[in-house]
């Protein structure tokens, strides 16, 4: 038969490097493949569904499904995992000594229902006791003025989330001292500049996520994979096929990765870094698959229907097409 002609959307990582390259193929595809920043592929897959075959945020996925008006089915590929520890950004002149200092602080955000935002409200509340309605959400654009919520919430009460004002960004507003902190999945460029008084929540954040591991067996997924349903209704087997293709080329990505012998990517002591990751983490850190991120989907979904974000609590099955639920065997 001829393959289908799809379009897909990730961005430009070492474990999808093997399938861009053809390295690895996908049963029945001819991809097109767009390598574009999160920001624009989300923005385009939840407001148009200009992809076939797509990176997803994980919370916007979740707000969209439990409404029941997702144009995408998820398939178990998780492209963006990471501790956001790293991601709180502080005034370091405020007495923000602790986590829970932030209560009653102006926190910017470039959009509430980020994901990485939600898992960072999971272990502010867990660990500090912080509530979202402890503190003041300020919305908008890291670097440039007008960036909006790209889907519609209806929040609990008591939460505050109001819109920086015009012409403003969050990375000015921290710099300024109008913000107290930035939490989001970008750094703001004035902490990468080294403003003298913007630092990280967590003065060893790679400390306290490794600690927050080890007591919750969790890392983190950002970003799942989707499939434009109609596409999935005429052909039932395209999910597992992509399935398989993305896990082939994450598992070669690693490979190569453990190839010492000339290092793949360009930094010092990467195999120190692997060999650490595997010590806390086990070999497959980086899984793909339902059954080893059974517990992680789970804790993220409660979280995020307590927050009011989805508008029922989902069971992580319902985030993907029942033939990705599970594998065969050898």
């Given at each position: 038969?001829?393959k289908?002609?799809?379009?897909?959307?990730?961005?430009?990582?070492?474990?999808?490097r093997?399938l861009?390259?053809?390295?690895?193929?996908?049963?029945?595809?001819?991809p097109?493949?767009?390598?574009?920043?999160?920001?624009?592929?989300?923005?385009?897959?939840?407001?148009?569904?200009?992809?076939?075959?797509?990176?997803?945020?994980?919370?916007?996925?979740?707000?969209?499904?439990?409404?029941?008006?997702c144009?995408?089915?998820?398939?178990?590929?998780f492209?963006?995992?990471a501790?956001?520890?790293?991601?709180?950004?502080?005034?370091?002149?405020?007495?923000?000594?602790?986590?829970?200092?932030?209560?009653?602080?102006?926190?910017?955000?470039?959009?509430?229902?980020?994901?990485?935002?939600?898992?960072?409200?999971?272990?502010?509340?867990?660990?500090?006791?912080?509530?979202p309605?402890?503190?003041t959400?300020?919305?908008?654009?890291?670097?440039?003025?007008?960036?909006?919520?790209?889907?519609?919430?209806?929040?609990?009460?008591g939460?505050r989330?109001?819109?920086?004002?015009?012409?403003?960004?969050?990375?000015?507003?921290?710099a300024?001292?109008?913000?107290?902190a930035?939490?989001g999945?970008?750094?703001?460029?004035c902490?990468?500049?080294g403003?003298?008084?913007?630092?990280?929540?967590y003065?060893?954040?790679?400390?306290?996520?490794?600690?927050?591991?080890?007591?919750?067996?969790?890392?983190?997924?950002?970003?799942l994979?989707?499939?434009?349903?109609?596409?999935?209704e005429?052909?039932?087997?395209?999910?597992?096929?992509?399935?398989?293709?993305?896990?082939?080329?994450?598992?070669?990505a690693?490979?190569?990765l453990?190839d010492?012998?000339?290092?793949?990517?360009t930094?010092?002591?990467v195999?120190?870094?692997?060999?650490?990751?595997?010590?806390?983490?086990?070999?497959?850190?980086?899984?793909y698959?339902?059954?080893?991120?059974r517990?992680?989907?789970?804790?993220?979904?409660?979280?995020?229907?307590?927050e009011?974000?989805?508008?029922?609590?989902?069971?992580?099955?319902?985030?993907?097409?029942?033939?990705?639920?599970?594998?065969?065997?050898?």
């Open positions: 038969m001829n289908l002609e799809l379009s897909v959307a990730v961005g430009n990582y070492d474990r999808v093997p861009i390259d053809g390295e690895v193929q996908i049963d029945g595809v001819d097109v493949f767009m390598l574009h920043d999160p920001e624009e592929i989300f923005f385009r897959a939840f407001r148009h569904a200009d992809f076939d075959i797509t990176e997803l945020s994980l919370s916007s996925y979740t707000v969209k499904t439990a409404a029941g008006d144009p995408y089915i998820g398939v178990p590929v492209p963006s995992r501790f956001r520890h790293t991601s709180i950004y502080i005034r370091t002149d405020r007495g923000i000594e602790s986590p829970a200092d932030l209560r009653g602080k102006r926190i910017g955000v470039p959009e509430y229902q980020l994901t990485a935002n939600v898992w960072a409200r999971l272990f502010l509340e867990e660990d500090h006791g912080l509530q309605r402890d503190v959400w300020m919305r908008g654009g890291y670097e440039e003025p007008g960036r909006v919520e790209k889907i519609n919430l209806d929040l609990p009460e939460v989330v109001e819109n920086i004002p015009e012409g403003e960004t969050l990375s000015g507003m921290l300024s001292g109008e913000l107290d930035v939490m999945p970008r750094a703001p460029s902490f990468m500049q403003h003298p008084h913007v630092g990280y929540l003065r060893d954040p790679q400390q306290a996520a490794s600690d927050w591991y080890r007591r919750t067996g969790i890392f983190p997924i950002m970003h994979l989707g499939i434009r349903k109609t596409l999935v005429r052909h039932p087997w395209l999910p597992f096929s992509v399935y398989k293709a993305f896990e082939q080329s994450k598992a070669s690693l490979a190569k453990s010492t012998s000339a290092t793949k990517v930094l010092p002591f195999e120190d870094q692997l060999q650490a990751a595997r010590s806390l983490m086990g070999e497959d850190f980086w899984s698959g339902f059954s080893p991120n517990q992680t989907l789970e804790r993220f979904l409660e979280q995020h229907h307590a009011g974000l989805s508008r029922r609590l989902l069971k992580p099955e319902e985030l993907f097409h029942p033939a990705t639920l599970e594998s065969f065997k050898i």
